[in-house]
């Protein structure tokens, strides 16, 4: 059982690539995942979880069904319902806490999705 | 379904009782909270779950068994397995993001646990 905190700003210094999560530690069956996003990433969906963002640094947009698009800044949270189709996008660098289901493809899809790395 | 961002500081501006934990979403089956911190919790563990902690302002201690201690600052995050004693503190306030499976007591025990609220 690990007995230091986790630092997210650290972890974050330890890559430079986008969409590309990281896996910083495990919460009942959850993989607790740092990301940076920049550009747009691709619509998809996923069937088995929610989908959970906090940004910790920049700004992304979720873009949902309908033509909503959800703005989050620095401390604000959103959590995609399983299933629902969305588009994460950030025009600048932005930093993520991501949470799914541990091994869930990032892209919704197992053959485009990044491969799951620990930090 | 919510189309806006929860903004994890106005939610914090919305209470101050200490050690009572408000929901602001779910995710997963899960209660996804804030809470503040001042002073000495007591020992406790949830059977059923493991606990999320990530300190969003401020410094929280969490003990562990056999003398050990977890220093969390802003941005730092640790998960005590379930079924692991522990005992959180924070000599100043502090406010934290905490996530439990829904409706677990957050006191390890029903007669003793602040009640869930939504805010």
Redesign the interface.
């Known amino acids: 059982?690990?007995?230091?905190?986790?630092?997210?700003?650290s972890k974050l210094t330890q890559f430079n690539e986008y969409w590309a999560p990281r896996t910083?530690?495990?919460?009942?069956g959850?993989d607790?995942m740092v990301a940076k996003m920049q550009g747009e990433y691709s619509w998809h969906s996923h069937p088995d979880?929610?989908d959970?963002f906090?940004v910790?640094h920049g700004r992304i947009y979720i873009d949902?069904p309908d033509g909503?698009t959800?703005?989050?800044?620095p401390?604000?949270?959103?959590?995609v319902?399983?299933g629902?189709e969305h588009r994460p996008r950030a025009p600048e660098e932005a930093h993520i806490?991501l949470?799914e289901?541990s091994g869930t493809p990032n892209s919704g899809d197992p053959a485009t999705a990044a491969p799951r790395r620990e930090i």
């Open positions: 059982m690990p007995t230091q905190s986790i630092d997210l700003a910083v530690t495990q919460f009942n959850h607790v979880t929610d959970f906090l910790l949902l909503v959800v703005q989050l800044d401390g604000q949270l959103y959590v319902p399983k629902v806490l949470m289901v």
